[in-house]
């Protein structure tokens, strides 16, 4: 019985031994190059702002003079009426869709982690991230509300300590 089980278990070894050796994975080729970004083409006063795909449009005068912006508007209009974002100040904050929550919290060691857990779950709260950028909506004492621009529509409550403002 024991020389039985000692051949097999050689036998066995053996095998495992003269296996082939599993060959290396292939490099994946490199990802393709991302599509160009359209840009948003200015409107033409009293023209035709429709634009056929594959027709380029030629100036009206040879000089594309109607085309030049006027020299005292400066080229950055849209981005200096945008509001001012806020950001929170850590990763991990929380806002929540109710101030309520948030006050609660703000108690500290007073509150049992339940009461906390059950008052974070039906207040909407959600955990923020430094590269959210936000907008603000309104503010009560040390509460402000803001609107998530970055992302799907939002707007959480959060303490104005745990954010850092434009």
Do not use: K
């Not at 050796?21 to 200015?42: K, Y």
């Not at 982690?113 to 009560?140: H, I, M, Y």
């Amino acid at each position: 019985m024991r020389l039985r089980f000692a051949r097999l278990a050689a036998g066995l070894l053996l095998l495992g031994a003269c296996a082939a050796e599993v060959p290396e994975p292939e490099d994946l080729p490199l990802p393709p190059p991302p599509p160009p970004v359209a840009r948003p083409q200015a409107l033409r006063p009293g023209g035709n702002s429709t634009l056929r795909p594959g027709v380029a449009e030629q100036p009206a005068e040879p000089n594309g003079a109607e085309h030049q912006a006027p020299a005292d508007m400066p080229a950055d209009a849209a981005v200096a009426a945008a509001p001012p974002l806020w950001r929170v100040a850590r990763d991990g904050t929380i806002g929540c869709a109710e101030p309520s929550p948030l006050r609660l919290a703000r108690q500290g060691r007073d509150v049992p982690p339940r009461l906390l857990a059950e008052a974070r779950a039906s207040g909407g709260c959600r955990t923020t991230f430094r590269v959210n950028e936000w907008t603000l909506e309104g503010t009560d004492a040390d509460l402000v509300r803001l609107r998530l621009t970055n992302g799907p529509p939002l707007t959480l409550w959060f303490l104005r300590a745990d954010l850092i403002a434009p």
